[in-house]
C-alpha cells in the first residue's frame, strides 16, 4: 500500500465537527443529494460569490505553532517606564492557568442564564465591590471596553443627568488637558455626532460659573504624573450644577484620597495593572463608578443580588441587563459585549493579594519613584510634578531627551516623551532597585555625567512621600472574601469552586442564535499568553512589534478577502463598538462631501438593539423600517421611506442573513434603493457564520460591515467579553477609519478619531482569529459555513414536527441559525423561559430567548458540534415538548410541574421528604444520557424583579441582606 506523505492531520477536521458518516445521514434526513445541493436551496444564487477564497494554504496545528514562534518573536519587548494607562504587571500564575487559559472560564456566555452562571457572577460582583470600595464611589458596572470609552460613556450619562435650567442651556464639556491623550481623543469623538461642544484646557483655568457648562472630566493621578487634591473644585461645580468626573488608577486608589471623599459624580479607568497583560493595548476591563443616584443612567452590565425560589442568596444581572433590546434608540448606551474575563482576572488579583497586598505592591511601586526622584535629583535634573504616585516627569530639553531615547532604546527600555521635551517614567508592579540603577545610568551616559550615585544605599532610605492631605485614610476591601484566598490552594480551590457552577463549552453545546458560540480551539488560544504578545505596550515604537503589525496586516487582507472589502480597521473592541466605528466612517464620508446634514438612518424593527443604540450615538435620527409576515424587511416601505428622506438619508443598517435567520433574496434590490437614494449600507456582520466563502457584504452591496471576531473567528466569549468587532469598508470610505492620536494606525490624514484607547483595539486576542484562518484556509472555512448550514437544517428537521419554525427561505431552509415558537403554549401557563430553565436540567444552556420574537428560541448550533451533540439537544427538546403537553391536556399540575419548578437543584432533590407531584428522577435525570454526565445548576429559579426592587450591587454578608429585605 503505497502511503501518502503529505497526509497530515487537518486542523478543519477538528473544527468542523460532523464526520462523513453524520454528514451523510444529515443530508439523507434533508432529502439532498449532497451538501452543495442543500446550500443552493438555501443562499440565493444571485448572491454566490463565483470563486473560492484566495487565502494561504492551510497548516495543521502543529506547522502553526511553529510557524507563529517566529512571528511572536518579531515583537521586541523592551522595559516600559511609558505608562499612560498601561502598566507591566505580574498575573499570578494561579490566575494565568485556572483562569485566563482555562476554557471552563473563557468559553462562557454572558450570563443570561443566571441559574448556571454563579461563579462568574460572583467574581463580577466582587469587581463592582472592588471598584466601589476603592473608588469610594456607590455603584459601579461589571466593565467597559477600556479607560477612554468609558471616559466617553460619563460624558453622555452628564449629558442625560443634566437637570433644571442646566437641561437647557448646558452642552458644553469641559476634559483637563492633563487627561490621556487617547482618552481625550475618545471623548471628542463621542461628543461631536450628538452636538455636544468639547472644551480641552487647563483645568486651574476653567469657569466653573459658564452656565453652559455641564461636566467636566479630570485625571488623577494626571497623565503627568501629578495628584491633586479636587474637593474644593467639585464642591464648586457642584454649587454651579456642573458634575464632575475622575479618571483614575485603582492601584494609586489604595494609597490616596478616593474621588469618593472629593465627592466625585463618576470615575473610570482601567483594572489592567490588576493583573492582566498589556497586550500591545487589550483586551482589559475599563470601569465606572457612579453615585447611586444615576443607577439608571449607568451604561453597560450591573450585577446584583437577588435571591432564588427557596430564598437563597443569589446573583443575576440587574435592572438595564438587555437594554438596548428594550429601550432600542433612547437606550442610554449601545454596551452589549463587555470585557467580563479581564474584570474576573483583575478581581481574582484583589481577592489574591488583598488589601493588604494591593497596598504592598502601591507602596513599593510609589517607593520605586520616590527612589528614581532621589537619585535624578542628584543628577541636578528637576521634577515637574512634585506630587506623584508611580509616574514622574522629569524637566530635559529637547536635545537631551533625543540623546537620551536614543541611549534608553539601545538598552531596551521604552519612556514616555512629551512634546514640551521633558521625559516620563513610570513604575510598575515589575520595577525593582536594579532597574532604577539602570535608569540612573542611562540618564547619566546620555548627558555625559559621571557622579558616583549609590542607588542601592538611597534605597534603604524610601519612604512615601504623598501629602498627607492626599493620603488615603478610609479602608476598603473589608468584604471577607478578600481575605480568605491568599493561600495557593484557597485560591485554586475558590477558583474552581466559581467555575463549577457555570455551564460553558467544556460541558456541552451553547446554541445561542446570533451570538455563535462555536469551537474556540486549543491551538488557537496558546499564544495569547506568549509574553511576546503579551508585554507590548501599546504605545511602544512600531518598530518594536514587527511580529503585531505582521499580524495586523495578514489578519487586515484576509478579512478583506473573507468580506470583499478595500480596508479593515481592527479597532473597535466589540461588535457594537464596531457599529459606532461605522456609522462614524459613513458620516465622515458625507461630511467631507458636503452632504453633513444627512442623518437619517434606516432601521430594520427586527435589528440588533445595539443598531439603534449605536445610531443614536452617532448622531443619527433612527427611522423604523417593517417587515412582513416572513420576518423580511418589507421593501415598499423601505423605498418608501428612503424616497422620503432621500435628501437626508444617512444610512441602512441590516444584518444578513436577517436576525430570523433566513437569506432575504431582496437585499440587491434593497441595497441598491438605498444607494439610489444617497445613502450608505452598514451590514452588521454577527450573522457572518452563515456567509464566509459563499456570498459576502461586498457581493450583497454593504459598503461596511463589522465582523464579530468572538462570533465567527473563534474568539472565545469569555462570559461576555472580550470582542473584537472590526469594520471593513469599501475604497471610498476607507480614508475615514478611525485613526489614532498617540501612534500613526496607518489610516491617513482624513482618519476620524478614535473609538477604542488603542491602536489596534484588543491587539493581544487578535492572533486567535488569524491562527483559525491559517488553520482552516479557504476551503476549510467555506466548508465551516456548509457545515454550519447543515447543521441547522438538520435541526430544523428534527424540532419542526414538535415546535413551529417561525422563518424559512423560500425552499423551506434556514440559514445558520432558525426560530422556534413557543408562544402557542402560553394559554397552558408555559412560558418560553420555562423552557429555557428546563433545558438547565437536561444539563444545556438555553438558546437566545425571545430575540429577535419575543415568545421564542433562536437556535444556532454551528460547525463545531456533531450530530450525536445535534441529536442530544433535540432529544432533550422533544422530550421537554412531551412536559408540555402533559401541563396542556391537564396531567400535570398547571403550576406545580417540571417546567414551572425548573431548574432543580441538588439540594432541593437530596432531601428526606419530597412533595412534588412528579419523580425525583424526572426532575433530575429525565433522559439517561443526563445520569450519565449530569450538570447541576447550583441556584433554583431567581427573582429578577425582587433584585430590581432592592438593588445591592457589591457584596454585602447575607445577614445585612436580610434587612435590606425587611
Ligand atoms: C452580538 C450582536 C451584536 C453586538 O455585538 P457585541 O460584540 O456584543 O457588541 C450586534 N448585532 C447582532 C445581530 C448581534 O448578534
Same mark, same amino acid.
Request: aromatic share 8%; net charge negative.
Given at each position: 500500500?503505497?502511503?501518502?506523505?503529505?497526509?497530515?492531520?487537518?486542523?478543519?477536521?477538528?473544527?468542523?465537527?460532523?464526520?462523513?458518516?453524520?454528514?451523510?445521514?444529515?443530508?439523507?434526513?434533508?432529502?439532498?443529494?449532497?451538501?452543495?445541493?442543500?446550500?443552493?436551496?438555501?443562499?440565493?444564487?444571485?448572491?454566490?460569490?463565483?470563486?473560492?477564497?484566495?487565502?494561504?494554504?492551510?497548516?495543521?496545528?502543529?506547522?502553526?505553532?511553529?510557524?507563529?514562534?517566529?512571528?511572536?518573536?518579531?515583537?521586541?519587548?523592551?522595559?516600559?517606564?511609558?505608562?499612560?494607562?498601561?502598566?507591566?504587571?505580574?498575573?499570578?500564575?494561579?490566575?494565568?492557568?485556572?483562569?485566563?487559559?482555562?476554557?471552563?472560564?473563557?468559553?462562557?456566555?454572558?450570563?443570561?442564564?443566571?441559574?448556571?452562571?454563579?461563579?462568574?457572577?460572583?467574581?463580577?460582583?466582587?469587581?463592582?465591590?472592588?471598584?466601589?470600595?476603592?473608588?469610594?464611589?456607590?455603584?459601579?458596572? +461589571? !466593565?467597559? $471596553?477600556?479607560?477612554? @470609552?468609558?471616559?466617553? /460613556?460619563?460624558?453622555? =450619562?452628564?449629558?442625560? #443627568?443634566?437637570? &433644571?435650567?442646566?437641561?437647557?442651556?448646558?452642552?458644553?464639556?469641559?476634559?483637563?488637558?492633563?487627561?490621556?491623550?487617547?482618552?481625550?481623543?475618545?471623548?471628542?469623538?463621542?461628543?461631536?455626532?450628538?452636538?455636544?461642544?468639547?472644551?480641552?484646557?487647563?483645568?486651574?483655568?476653567?469657569?466653573?460659573?459658564?452656565?453652559?457648562?455641564?461636566?467636566?472630566?479630570?485625571?488623577?493621578?494626571?497623565?503627568?504624573?501629578?495628584?491633586?487634591?479636587?474637593?474644593?473644585?467639585?464642591?464648586?461645580?457642584?454649587?454651579?450644577?456642573?458634575?464632575?468626573?475622575? +479618571? !483614575?488608577? $485603582?492601584?494609586?486608589? @489604595?494609597?490616596?484620597? /478616593?474621588?469618593?471623599? =472629593?465627592?466625585?459624580? #463618576?470615575?473610570? &479607568?482601567?483594572?489592567?495593572?490588576?493583573?492582566?497583560?498589556?497586550?500591545?493595548?487589550?483586551?482589559?476591563?475599563?470601569?465606572?463608578?457612579?453615585?447611586?443616584?444615576?443607577?439608571?443612567?449607568?451604561?453597560?452590565?450591573?450585577?446584583?443580588?437577588?435571591?432564588?425560589?427557596?430564598?437563597?442568596?443569589?446573583?443575576?444581572?440587574?435592572?438595564?441587563?438587555?437594554?438596548?433590546?428594550?429601550?432600542?434608540?433612547?437606550?442610554?448606551?449601545?454596551?452589549?459585549?463587555?470585557?467580563?474575563?479581564?474584570?474576573?482576572?483583575?478581581?481574582?488579583?484583589?481577592?489574591?493579594?488583598?488589601?493588604?497586598?494591593?497596598?504592598?505592591?502601591?507602596?513599593?511601586?510609589?517607593?520605586?519613584?520616590?527612589?528614581?526622584?532621589?537619585?535624578?535629583?542628584?543628577?541636578?535634573?528637576?521634577?515637574?510634578?512634585?506630587?506623584?504616585?508611580?509616574?514622574?516627569?522629569?524637566?530635559?530639553?529637547?536635545?537631551?531627551?533625543?540623546?537620551?531615547?536614543?541611549?534608553?532604546?539601545?538598552?531596551?527600555?521604552?519612556?514616555?516623551?512629551?512634546?514640551?521635551?521633558?521625559?516620563?517614567?513610570?513604575?510598575?508592579?515589575?520595577?525593582?532597585?536594579?532597574?532604577?540603577?539602570?535608569?540612573?545610568?542611562?540618564?547619566?551616559?546620555?548627558?555625559?555625567?559621571?557622579?558616583?550615585?549609590?542607588?542601592?544605599?538611597?534605597?534603604?532610605?524610601?519612604?512615601?512621600?504623598?501629602?498627607?492631605?492626599?493620603?488615603?485614610?478610609?479602608?476598603?476591601?473589608?468584604?471577607?472574601?478578600?481575605?480568605?484566598?491568599?493561600?495557593?490552594?484557597?485560591?485554586?480551590?475558590?477558583?474552581?469552586?466559581?467555575?463549577?457552577?457555570?455551564?460553558?463549552?467544556?460541558?456541552?453545546?451553547?446554541?445561542?442564535?446570533?451570538?455563535?458560540?462555536?469551537?474556540?480551539?486549543?491551538?488557537?488560544?496558546?499564544?495569547?499568553?506568549?509574553?511576546?504578545?503579551?508585554?507590548?505596550?501599546?504605545?511602544?515604537?512600531?518598530?518594536?512589534?514587527?511580529?503585531?503589525?505582521?499580524?495586523?496586516?495578514?489578519?487586515?487582507?484576509?478579512?478583506?478577502?473573507?468580506?470583499?472589502?478595500?480596508?479593515?480597521?481592527?479597532?473597535?473592541?466589540?461588535?457594537?463598538?464596531?457599529?459606532?466605528?461605522?456609522?462614524?466612517?459613513?458620516?465622515?464620508?458625507?461630511?467631507?462631501?458636503?452632504?453633513?446634514?444627512?442623518?437619517?438612518?434606516?432601521?430594520?424593527?427586527?435589528?440588533?438593539?445595539?443598531?439603534?443604540?449605536?445610531?443614536?450615538?452617532?448622531?443619527?435620527?433612527?427611522?423604523?423600517?417593517?417587515?412582513?409576515?416572513?420576518?423580511?424587511?418589507?421593501?415598499?416601505?423601505?423605498?418608501?421611506?428612503?424616497?422620503?428622506?432621500?435628501?437626508?438619508?444617512?444610512?441602512?443598517?441590516?444584518?444578513?442573513?436577517?436576525?430570523?435567520?433566513?437569506?432575504?433574496?431582496?437585499?440587491?434590490?434593497?441595497?441598491?434603493?438605498?444607494?439610489?437614494?444617497?445613502?450608505?449600507?452598514?451590514?452588521?456582520?454577527?450573522?457572518?457564520?452563515?456567509?464566509?466563502?459563499?456570498?459576502?457584504?461586498?457581493?450583497?452591496?454593504?459598503?461596511?460591515?463589522?465582523?464579530?471576531?468572538?462570533?465567527?473567528?473563534?474568539?472565545?466569549?469569555?462570559?461576555?467579553?472580550?470582542?473584537?468587532?472590526?469594520?471593513?469598508?469599501?475604497?471610498?470610505?476607507?480614508?475615514?477609519?478611525?485613526?489614532?492620536?498617540?501612534?500613526?494606525?496607518?489610516?491617513?490624514?482624513?482618519?476620524?478619531?478614535?473609538?477604542?484607547?488603542?491602536?489596534?483595539?484588543?491587539?493581544?486576542?487578535?492572533?486567535?482569529?488569524?491562527?483559525?484562518?491559517?488553520?482552516?484556509?479557504?476551503?476549510?472555512?467555506?466548508?465551516?459555513?456548509?457545515?454550519?448550514?447543515?447543521?441547522?437544517?438538520?435541526?430544523?428537521?428534527?424540532?419542526?414536527?414538535?415546535?413551529?419554525?417561525?422563518?424559512?427561505?423560500?425552499?423551506?431552509?434556514?440559514?445558520?441559525?432558525?426560530?422556534?415558537?413557543?408562544?402557542?403554549?402560553?394559554?397552558?401557563?408555559?412560558?418560553?423561559?420555562?423552557?429555557?430553565?428546563?433545558?438547565?436540567?437536561?444539563?444545556?444552556?438555553?438558546?437566545?430567548?425571545?430575540?429577535?420574537?419575543?415568545?421564542?428560541?433562536?437556535?444556532?448550533?454551528?460547525?463545531?458540534?456533531?450530530?450525536?451533540?445535534?441529536?442530544?439537544?433535540?432529544?432533550?427538546?422533544?422530550?421537554?415538548?412531551?412536559?408540555?403537553?402533559?401541563?396542556?391536556?391537564?396531567?400535570?399540575?398547571?403550576?406545580?410541574?417540571?417546567?414551572?419548578?425548573?431548574?432543580?437543584?441538588?439540594?432541593?432533590?437530596?432531601?428526606?421528604?419530597?412533595?412534588?407531584?412528579?419523580?425525583?428522577?424526572?426532575?433530575?435525570?429525565?433522559?439517561?444520557?443526563?445520569?450519565?454526565?449530569?450538570?447541576?445548576?447550583?441556584?433554583?429559579?431567581?427573582?429578577?424583579?425582587?433584585?430590581?426592587?432592592?438593588?445591592?450591587?457589591?457584596?454585602?454578608?447575607?445577614?445585612?441582606?436580610?434587612?435590606?429585605?425587611?
Amino acid at each position: 500500500m503505497k502511503i501518502d506523505l503529505n497526509n497530515f492531520e487537518r486542523f478543519e477536521a477538528r473544527h468542523n465537527a460532523p464526520n462523513n458518516t453524520q454528514i451523510e445521514e444529515m443530508l439523507t434526513a434533508l432529502g439532498v443529494a449532497d451538501i452543495d445541493e442543500l446550500i443552493a436551496q438555501t443562499v440565493p444564487e444571485k448572491i454566490r460569490l463565483k470563486k473560492g477564497l484566495n487565502l494561504p494554504e492551510p497548516l495543521t496545528e502543529y506547522q502553526f505553532l511553529r510557524q507563529f514562534r517566529t512571528v511572536a518573536e518579531k515583537n521586541k519587548i523592551y522595559r516600559s517606564y511609558i505608562g499612560m494607562g498601561y502598566y507591566n504587571t505580574i498575573t499570578p500564575p494561579v490566575i494565568l492557568r485556572n483562569i485566563l487559559e482555562n476554557p471552563g472560564w473563557y468559553t462562557a456566555y454572558t450570563p443570561y442564564q443566571a441559574e448556571i452562571a454563579q461563579g462568574r457572577l460572583e467574581m463580577l460582583l466582587n469587581f463592582q465591590t472592588m471598584v466601589t470600595d476603592l473608588t469610594g464611589m456607590e455603584l459601579a458596572n +461589571a !466593565s467597559l $471596553l477600556d479607560e477612554a @470609552t468609558a471616559a466617553g /460613556e460619563v460624558v453622555h =450619562m452628564f449629558h442625560g #443627568a443634566r437637570k &433644571g435650567a442646566k437641561k437647557k442651556v448646558a452642552n458644553k464639556f469641559f476634559a483637563a488637558d492633563s487627561v490621556h491623550p487617547q482618552t481625550l481623543d475618545l471623548i471628542k469623538t463621542r461628543c461631536t455626532p450628538i452636538g455636544v461642544e468639547l472644551v480641552i484646557g487647563d483645568v486651574s483655568q476653567l469657569d466653573l460659573t459658564d452656565e453652559t457648562l455641564f461636566g467636566v472630566l479630570v485625571q488623577y493621578p494626571d497623565t503627568n504624573g501629578a495628584i491633586s487634591d479636587y474637593t474644593d473644585f467639585i464642591a464648586t461645580a457642584h454649587e454651579n450644577g456642573v458634575l464632575v468626573g475622575m +479618571a !483614575s488608577d $485603582l492601584l494609586a486608589l @489604595t494609597m490616596l484620597k /478616593e474621588p469618593g471623599e =472629593m465627592d466625585a459624580d #463618576a470615575v473610570v &479607568g482601567s483594572a489592567q495593572r490588576f493583573g492582566v497583560p498589556m497586550g500591545y493595548g487589550g483586551p482589559h476591563a475599563g470601569f465606572l463608578a457612579t453615585r447611586d443616584a444615576y443607577k439608571r443612567q449607568i451604561p453597560g452590565r450591573i450585577i446584583g443580588v437577588s435571591k432564588d425560589r427557596d430564598g437563597n442568596e443569589a446573583y443575576r444581572m440587574a435592572l438595564q441587563t438587555r437594554e438596548q433590546h428594550i429601550k432600542r434608540e433612547r437606550a442610554t448606551s449601545n454596551i452589549c459585549t463587555a470585557q467580563v474575563l479581564l474584570g474576573v482576572m483583575a478581581s481574582a488579583y484583589a481577592v489574591y493579594h488583598g488589601p493588604e497586598g494591593l497596598k504592598t505592591i502601591a507602596r513599593r511601586t510609589h517607593g520605586m519613584a520616590n527612589l528614581l526622584v532621589t537619585s535624578v535629583e542628584q543628577l541636578g535634573l528637576e521634577i515637574v510634578n512634585k506630587d506623584y504616585f508611580d509616574t514622574v516627569k522629569i524637566k530635559t530639553t529637547p536635545l537631551q531627551a533625543k540623546a537620551i531615547k536614543l541611549l534608553a532604546e539601545e538598552r531596551l527600555a521604552n519612556f514616555r516623551y512629551f512634546e514640551d521635551g521633558c521625559i516620563g517614567l513610570s513604575m510598575n508592579q515589575t520595577t525593582d532597585v536594579s532597574h532604577i540603577a539602570d535608569l540612573v545610568d542611562i540618564f547619566q551616559d546620555a548627558l555625559g555625567l559621571n557622579l558616583a550615585i549609590d542607588v542601592e544605599a538611597l534605597a534603604q532610605d524610601i519612604a512615601v512621600s504623598v501629602p498627607s492631605s492626599l493620603q488615603r485614610t478610609t479602608e476598603f476591601l473589608t468584604h471577607p472574601v478578600f481575605s480568605q484566598y491568599h493561600a495557593e490552594h484557597e485560591m485554586l480551590r475558590y477558583l474552581k469552586r466559581l467555575e463549577n457552577k457555570d455551564l460553558s463549552l467544556v460541558h456541552s453545546m451553547i446554541s445561542l442564535g446570533s451570538c455563535t458560540m462555536k469551537l474556540n480551539a486549543t491551538a488557537e488560544m496558546i499564544p495569547v499568553t506568549w509574553p511576546e504578545f503579551g508585554q507590548m505596550h501599546p504605545f511602544a515604537p512600531k518598530e518594536q512589534a514587527q511580529g503585531y503589525q505582521e499580524i495586523f496586516k495578514d489578519l487586515e487582507a484576509w478579512l478583506c478577502e473573507i468580506t470583499g472589502f478595500d480596508a479593515m480597521s481592527l479597532q473597535p473592541n466589540s461588535g457594537a463598538n464596531g457599529e459606532y466605528a461605522g456609522l462614524l466612517t459613513i458620516r465622515a464620508y458625507h461630511e467631507a462631501n458636503g452632504q453633513g446634514h444627512r442623518h437619517i438612518s434606516l432601521i430594520p424593527s427586527s435589528a440588533h438593539g445595539t443598531n439603534p443604540a449605536s445610531a443614536v450615538m452617532a448622531g443619527m435620527k433612527v427611522v423604523i423600517v417593517k417587515c412582513d409576515d416572513m420576518g423580511n424587511i418589507d421593501v415598499a416601505d423601505l423605498k418608501a421611506k428612503a424616497e422620503q428622506y432621500s435628501n437626508d438619508l444617512s444610512s441602512l443598517m441590516v444584518t444578513y442573513p436577517s436576525t430570523h435567520g433566513v437569506f432575504e433574496e431582496s437585499i440587491i434590490e434593497i441595497c441598491q434603493i438605498i444607494h439610489d437614494n444617497g445613502g450608505r449600507v452598514y451590514m452588521d456582520g454577527a450573522n457572518m457564520n452563515a456567509q464566509v466563502g459563499l456570498t459576502s457584504p461586498a457581493t450583497i452591496g454593504a459598503d461596511v460591515c463589522h465582523l464579530n471576531l468572538h462570533k465567527t473567528f473563534c474568539i472565545p466569549h469569555g462570559g461576555g467579553g472580550p470582542g473584537v468587532g472590526p469594520i471593513g469598508v469599501v475604497a471610498d470610505l476607507a480614508p475615514y477609519l478611525p485613526g489614532h492620536s498617540v501612534i500613526d494606525n496607518n489610516v491617513g490624514a482624513k482618519a476620524s478619531s478614535a473609538v477604542s484607547a488603542a491602536p489596534w483595539g484588543s491587539a493581544s486576542i487578535l492572533p486567535i482569529s488569524y491562527a483559525y484562518i491559517a488553520m482552516m484556509g479557504g476551503e476549510g472555512l467555506t466548508n465551516a459555513t456548509k457545515t454550519a448550514i447543515l447543521n441547522a437544517n438538520y435541526m430544523q428537521y428534527r424540532l419542526k414536527e414538535h415546535y413551529p419554525v417561525l422563518y424559512v427561505g423560500t425552499n423551506g431552509r434556514n440559514a445558520h441559525e432558525m426560530i422556534v415558537d413557543c408562544r402557542q403554549f402560553k394559554p397552558a401557563g408555559i412560558e418560553v423561559e420555562d423552557i429555557a430553565k428546563r433545558l438547565m436540567d437536561y444539563g444545556y444552556h438555553a438558546p437566545t430567548v425571545s430575540f429577535p420574537v419575543p415568545g421564542t428560541l433562536m437556535i444556532e448550533p454551528t460547525e463545531s458540534e456533531s450530530k450525536a451533540e445535534l441529536d442530544q439537544f433535540c432529544d432533550a427538546m422533544i422530550e421537554i415538548r412531551k412536559e408540555v403537553q402533559e401541563v396542556i391536556d391537564g396531567k400535570a399540575d398547571a403550576v406545580n410541574n417540571v417546567l414551572k419548578n425548573a431548574p432543580h437543584t441538588q439540594g432541593m432533590t437530596i432531601t428526606e421528604e419530597w412533595d412534588l407531584p412528579y419523580s425525583r428522577q424526572k426532575a433530575v435525570y429525565p433522559l439517561p444520557y443526563v445520569q450519565a454526565n449530569k450538570f447541576w445548576p447550583t441556584v433554583r429559579r431567581i427573582d429578577s424583579a425582587f433584585g430590581d426592587r432592592n438593588l445591592i450591587c457589591s457584596c454585602i454578608p447575607v445577614s445585612d441582606y436580610e434587612e435590606v429585605e425587611a
